[in-house]
């Protein structure tokens, strides 16, 4: 059963017309798979402002780097994968986008899920190796 939040704007309609039409609110909640809360809201919402959008605020300040930004960054990293925050940062801020900080490069690059890690340490094959791993894919081939 949906909420009043997750409701489509067709659903919210639906809602609508049918307490319109004298459905009651228990058979409109079962018309459109949601909760009788959900149904009386969007009735009064709609009897009070004329509208049944869930367009809400956002709170907190905005991003600093926008969707271009993100692009941009992922082409700098892309570009030279070992640079450090600080070089990214500083070639970053040389374009024409506001500067930004260091932190919210870092905070950034996480979200877009690129993270530092260090490879894997393993030994390098021998000719001998290399000589006894063929041999042995020639044995067990079939």
């Not at 009064?44 to 993100?70: F, L, M, Y």
């Amino acid at each position: 059963m949906g909420k009043a939040a997750d409701l489509s704007e067709f659903h919210r309609g639906q809602i609508v017309w049918a307490r319109r039409l004298g459905t009651s609110i228990t058979k409109t909640a079962r018309l459109v798979d949601c909760s009788r809360a959900a149904v009386v809201s969007i009735r009064t919402k709609w009897i009070n402002d004329g509208d049944t959008s869930s367009i809400c605020q956002g709170v907190g300040r905005p991003c600093a780097i926008k969707e271009k930004g993100h692009q941009r960054l992922s082409r700098l990293v892309k570009q030279n994968r070992r640079q450090t925050v600080a070089q990214l940062t500083a070639q970053y801020n040389a374009g024409p986008s506001t500067s930004v900080s260091e932190h919210t490069v870092q905070r950034t690059l996480l979200d877009m899920g690129l993270c530092n890690r260090r490879p894997t340490r393993v030994p390098l094959l021998t000719k001998r190796h290399c000589q006894l791993r063929l041999q042995w894919a020639r044995e067990h081939q079939d």
